[in-house]
């Protein structure tokens, strides 16, 4: 207790005694994850202002050997953002300042605690935009898409936050400040600190600043809610369009279940007579004119694979359409709570995976059913189960990961590993690959205060 009150003390002197919340009520907030599965008291929750306070945090933390967890938007759907129980939570979210964008590079600096949304509204002036784009945008943040590799709507065109990353600032375990914000587009100096970094979910370092790759915003848009006849034919579908059609920024899998779902949920009337087998968000952007009759002859071009079509280029009706796809993750939050996997196939056995998915797990799981929805053309499908029987979560994760592991796939695609894909990490990587994880892991962080037991086992109780 009296080195606990000793840290408090030592981390007002840091930040401030108003940015160290150890009011139960007021951390709470931080303490639960957005699934609401996850859940840990804290010892406190601490909101530096500056790199060099996160850099004093953590150097506090480090010297009382009480572990931290960074937090950004809190919105990480693996339980990484959460305590287990005893952490310091420091979260990011005063690290807003965004920089002018360079119109040389096309890059800009933000800080890690910058929300999305923000950082997309700050940027709209100049014409560009970051590429990567999810449904969290009003709450994620630019240190969290960092940190668990975001992916989102966009990737088939841009790729993921890796991508988008030219370089990071970042604190390391023993209170260190490495930085790469200068913004060099070659640099081949050895190691590249600042990709290490990008996935690592806060287990390497806490990101306080990104130097950021932007892309021309494409404003005239057009999108269509395709009803196709099986999953099969979305997967054909999506990859017509995608070479027919340089426009194409967004392919969307909504299978038809899960549409109904959404539907009944929301309160949303899908745009079709009946419900189809599955559904395909797709999207065409355009700086001059919104692309609709290039659109329109690739989905004719697609014959009778696609059944019925609702197309439109005004924003309010656009914006009806994304709710089938958009407000998925709530409605199954709401209907559930859904047991949540984001995988990744090999695009040729995507349908087939799908196909065998929802009939094992209904057949093994008397009255759960397989919600699938997903972003088609990187191969991730985000397969939602609802209704299993209480306590078969862990059942329910084995048969689903061990098909993916099967088939040749990825147990996390773009949400992470966190606490809840910890046990199965081994499915998507070799024991060798996993002993390199921990080398590097032991090498940046022997202490082991960075976030234990996210991504790795906690190698032992070193979390208070
Ligand atoms: P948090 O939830 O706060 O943290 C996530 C992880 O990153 C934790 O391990 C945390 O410790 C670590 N972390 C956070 N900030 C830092 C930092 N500054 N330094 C080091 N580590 C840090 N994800 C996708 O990839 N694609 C999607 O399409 C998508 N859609 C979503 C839709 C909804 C409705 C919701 C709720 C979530 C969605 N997500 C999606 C998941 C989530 O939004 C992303 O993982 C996002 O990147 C998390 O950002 P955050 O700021 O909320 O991070
Ligand atoms: C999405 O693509 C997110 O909407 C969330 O990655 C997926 O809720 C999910 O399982
Ligand atoms: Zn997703």
């Not at 790729?159 to 070659?186: F, I, P, Y």
Request: hydrophobic content about 45%; aromatic content about 2%; proline content about 5%.
């Amino acid at each position: 207790m009296a080195g606990r009150e000793a840290l408090l003390a030592e981390l007002r002197g840091v930040v401030g005694a108003r940015h160290v919340l150890d009011d139960e009520d007021v951390r709470a907030g931080y303490e639960v994850d957005w699934t609401r599965r996850w859940r840990g008291e804290a010892l406190a929750v601490v909101r530096p202002g500056t790199t060099a306070e996160v850099a004093g945090v953590v150097s506090a933390c480090a010297g009382a050997r009480v572990a931290v967890v960074p937090q950004g938007g809190n919105t990480g759907l693996v339980g990484g953002s959460v305590p287990a129980g005893g952490e310091v939570v420091v979260s990011l979210r005063r690290l807003v300042d965004v920089g002018p964008v360079d119109p040389l590079s096309g890059q800009v600096t933000a800080g890690a605690g910058v929300v999305l949304a923000d950082l997309q509204a700050q940027l709209a002036p100049a014409g560009r935009e970051l590429a990567v784009d999810l449904a969290a945008r009003s709450s994620a943040t630019v240190g969290g898409l960092v940190a668990t590799n975001a992916g989102g709507l966009r990737v088939l065109r841009h790729g993921t936050m890796r991508h988008q990353v030219v370089g990071l600032e970042a604190v390391l375990a023993d209170g260190s400040v490495v930085s790469r914000l200068g913004g060099l587009a070659k640099d081949a100096t050895g190691y590249d600190l600042s990709s290490l970094l990008v996935g690592s979910e806060g287990t390497l370092g806490v990101v306080t600043a990104a130097r950021l790759r932007l892309v021309p915003t494409r404003p005239e848009r057009v999108t269509a809610l395709l009803a196709v006849r099986s999953v099969a034919d979305a997967v054909a579908v999506a990859a017509e369009l995608r070479d027919r059609l340089d426009s194409l920024d967004v392919a969307e899998l909504v299978v038809g279940p899960t549409l109904a779902l959404v539907a009944r949920q929301r309160g949303l009337v899908p745009p079709f007579a009946v419900v189809p087998p599955a559904a395909l968000l797709v999207e065409c952007g355009s700086r001059e004119s919104a692309p609709v009759d290039e659109l329109a002859e690739a989905v004719l071009g697609c014959g009778a694979m696609v059944e019925d079509a609702a197309v439109s280029e005004h924003p309010s009706e656009r914006a009806r359409l994304w709710q089938h796809r958009e407000e998925i993750t709530e409605a199954l939050q709401a209907a559930g709570p859904p047991r949540k996997l984001d995988v990744s196939l090999p695009l040729a056995g995507l349908a087939t995976f799908a196909d065998d998915v929802v009939v094992r797990v209904a057949a093994s799981f008397p009255g759960a059913t397989c919600h699938l929805f997903g972003h088609v053309l990187d191969g991730n499908l985000h397969v939602n189960v609802l209704g299993a029987p209480e306590g078969d979560g862990e059942a329910v994760d084995a048969l689903v990961l061990g098909l993916v592991a099967a088939a040749g796939g990825s147990i996390g695609a773009e949400h992470g590993i966190g606490r809840a894909k910890v046990g199965w990490l081994h499915l998507s990587r070799s024991p060798a690959e996993l002993a390199a994880f921990r080398s590097v892991k032991g090498a940046l962080d022997p202490a082991g205060i960075l976030n234990p037991g996210v991504l790795l086992p906690a190698p032992g109780a070193t979390s208070s």
